[in-house]
Nanobody, 118 residues
Framework: QVQLVESGGGSVQAGGSLRLSCAFS????????LGWYRQALGKERELVAF???????NYVDSVKGRFTISRDIPKNTVYLQMNNLGYEDTAAYYC????????????WGQGTQVTVSS
């Protein structure tokens, strides 16, 4: 069973940076696609970024050029570096994982709050 544990959220002023971490355990890390979702109050959850098994990355347009997803395979950890944060980035951020054999993200972390103040 895959387990995901996020860390690194917090409060930051607009224009600041945060790095989220997600520790993965339970299966072969390199065979999973890892993603970061976020959900703001009153809004639907959205996929912010993901990194596939081959290391390719993809981002939602609103974070391109500001956020970077990366992974450290020996540490079984995926990161989300967030720069130039704005109020609109305030949300609960969730790490998610799916097997390359599955069409949907099946495993979720508990979430970490990111709050950006102006």
């Amino acid at each position: 069973q895959v387990q995901l544990v996020e860390s690194g959220g917090g409060s930051v002023q607009a224009g600041g940076s945060l790095r989220l971490s997600c520790a993965f355990s339970g299966r072969a890390f390199s065979t999973y696609i890892l993603g970061w979702y976020r959900q703001a109050l009153g809004k639907e959850r959205e996929l912010v970024a993901f990194i596939n098994a081959g290391g390719g990355t993809n981002y939602v347009d609103s974070v391109k050029g500001r956020f970077t997803i990366s992974r450290d395979i020996p540490k079984n950890t995926v990161y989300l570096q967030m720069n130039n944060l704005g109020y609109e980035d305030t949300a609960a951020y969730y790490c998610a994982a799916r097997s390359i054999l599955r069409p949907t993200f099946d495993y979720w972390g508990q979430g970490t709050q990111v709050t950006v103040s102006s």
